[in-house]
């Protein structure tokens, strides 16, 4: 929980909130929310988070709201937030969320997203309360939809970014392609979700226990056993680690398995704050726009400037050099001579002991070998049996299948969205918790694509101001 950390967000700075809120919102997931008061030019003034998502407030929304109304008077000041209007997105316009919201077609414009949100009909008194739409995109067999990512999408617009291809990576990763500011097509990855599954029980959950375990443990020799006998392993008690927060249909979804390393949470905007070695943070980063009050953490990534997203290069990776983006000419950041080989699927020199593209996470070169496995196109359920036969041959550690998992499941969102047409002309952008959008931009790396980090919340804020220009009458 991010709560109290936080709530340092206003200290020192109730007197300004209470002079210059203008709107609360919040992005209601299956699992957690987030709650933001902005001020008129969108300046995050106070950002709570709590585990109140969708799954624990159902039937009780009205009632789960006032308690979160009545924490942020509390943290802000009294009089800071009353009358103030109310803005969800997420899961709370899901069929099981407080009040179910229509889907809107891809064709809408982002930009008309203020006009189409929907009045709550039992609303809080002295506060106006509206949802945001989902999106849907295609028909029949090729339906795909969303339900929280367009109002980060809505906010990357309005930093910039009206065309080209963005990545929301998490329990359900989404790829959109934008043109002219609306949505041309839309595809989901149930990666995250897939990762803990592996990971909880079945074959491999005892080889990706390894992982997490010193090495000469006796969950690391249980690990080499479980894998010698091809038994079925429990995940080696994972589930103690925290459940893997993501997208979930749009807002925030947890799955109730074992967190996953980098995939399990979309960070930021649409997801938790359930950590898990680093990857599942929510999402902060460690940069403030100029004026940002101490501690309210929306703040936007690390070399990103205001107008720096479409096209731009000037945005970088945690990790990265200036000028040394991935595909840019100047090799992949982190590697030097000797880089993986493209589409070996092992490990070769010039990758630093378990480092891999400048990440100060420590990817370790599995993750790269898994990436490149996927990138000759094998049949995904036989190359994560793979993996098991890696390790009982002797041809990979244990310690190393689940970076390898992760690696194999994410490059094949990158195969799979060549595939359908993505050129990487262009960078790609990744709206994400830094961690775990360094881990996509790490991936990106390995197919030469280079990648613009932008910060969720950054994004969340900015698409709070548009609503609030859009409508400043009724919103």
Same mark, same amino acid.
């Given at each position: 929980m991010v709560g109290a950390a936080t709530a340092g967000a206003g200290t020192g700075g109730a007197a300004q909130t209470k002079a210059a809120a203008r709107l609360i919102g919040i992005d209601w997931g299956s699992s957690s929310r987030r709650a933001y008061v902005i001020d008129g030019g969108g300046r995050c003034l106070h950002r709570i988070e709590d585990e109140e998502g969708a799954l624990a407030a159902r039937g009780r929304y009205a009632a789960s709201l006032d308690g979160l109304l009545a924490r942020l008077e509390s943290e802000c000041g009294p009089a800071s937030v009353a009358g103030l209007p109310v803005v969800m997105s997420g899961m709370v316009g899901g069929a099981q969320g407080w009040q179910e919201v229509p889907y809107i077609d891809c064709g809408t414009p982002l930009a008309s997203l203020p006009a189409a949100l929907v009045t709550v009909l039992d609303g809080r008194p002295g506060h106006a309360c509206h949802i945001v739409p989902g999106y849907r995109c295609g028909a029949g067999a090729e339906v795909d939809v969303m339900r929280g990512e367009e109002t980060q999408l809505l906010g990357a617009a309005e930093l910039g970014l009206r065309e080209g291809w963005a990545v929301l990576p998490g329990t359900h990763s989404k790829w959109v392609q934008l043109r002219d500011g609306a949505i041309n097509s839309l595809s989901t990855f149930m990666t995250g979700e897939l990762f803990a599954m592996l990971q909880a029980g079945g074959t491999l959950a005892p080889l990706m226990a390894a992982a997490r375990a010193p090495a000469g443990s006796a969950a690391t020799a249980a690990a080499a056993r479980g894998a010698a006998s091809g038994g079925l392993g429990s995940g080696g008690g994972l589930g103690s680690d925290g459940a893997s927060e993501g997208e979930g249909g749009g807002g925030g979804h947890r799955s109730g398995l074992a967190a996953s390393a980098g995939?399990?949470?979309?960070?930021?905007?649409?997801? *938790?704050?359930?950590?898990?070695?680093? =990857?599942?943070?929510?999402?902060?980063?460690?940069? %403030?726009?100029?004026? @940002?009050? !101490?501690?309210?953490?929306?703040?936007?990534?690390?070399g990103i400037g205001p107008g720096e997203l479409a096209g731009s290069r000037s945005g970088h990776s945690p990790g990265i050099g200036p000028g040394e983006l991935a595909g840019s000419g100047s090799g992949r950041p982190g590697m030097g001579p000797g880089q993986l080989a493209g589409g070996s699927g092992g490990y070769r020199a010039g990758i630093g002991s378990g480092e891999l593209a400048g990440s100060s996470g420590g990817y370790s070169d599995a993750l790269a070998a898994g990436a490149m496995h996927a990138r000759r196109h094998p049949p995904l359920?036989? #190359?994560?049996?793979?993996?098991? /036969?890696?390790?009982? +041959?002797?041809? %990979?550690?244990?310690?190393? #299948?689940?970076?390898?998992?992760?690696?194999?499941?994410?490059?094949?969102?990158?195969?799979?969205? @060549? $595939?359908?047409?993505? $050129? *990487? !002309?262009?960078?790609? +952008?990744?709206?994400?918790?830094?961690?775990? !959008? /360094?881990?996509?931009?790490? =991936? !990106? /790396?390995?197919?030469?694509?280079? +990648?613009?980090? =932008?910060?969720?919340?950054?994004?969340?804020? /900015?698409?709070?101001?548009?609503?609030?220009?859009?409508?400043?009458?009724? =919103?």
């Open positions: 995939l399990g949470s979309s960070g930021g905007h649409r997801t *938790g704050g359930v950590a898990s070695e680093g =990857v599942g943070s929510s999402g902060d980063s460690s940069g %403030m726009a100029p004026g @940002q009050p !101490a501690g309210s953490r929306s703040g936007h990534s690390p359920t036989h #190359a994560l049996f793979s993996v098991r /036969a890696r390790v009982v +041959t002797g041809a %990979m550690p244990a310690a190393h #299948a689940r970076d390898y998992v992760s690696g194999l499941l994410i490059g094949s969102e990158f195969v799979a969205a @060549q $595939d359908a047409g993505f $050129d *990487g !002309a262009e960078p790609l +952008t990744l709206i994400g918790a830094p961690a775990l !959008a /360094a881990r996509y931009g790490a =991936v !990106a /790396a390995l197919f030469d694509l280079s +990648t613009i980090p =932008v910060d969720p919340h950054r994004a969340y804020c /900015a698409a709070l101001r548009r609503f609030l220009a859009a409508r400043p009458d009724s =919103v």
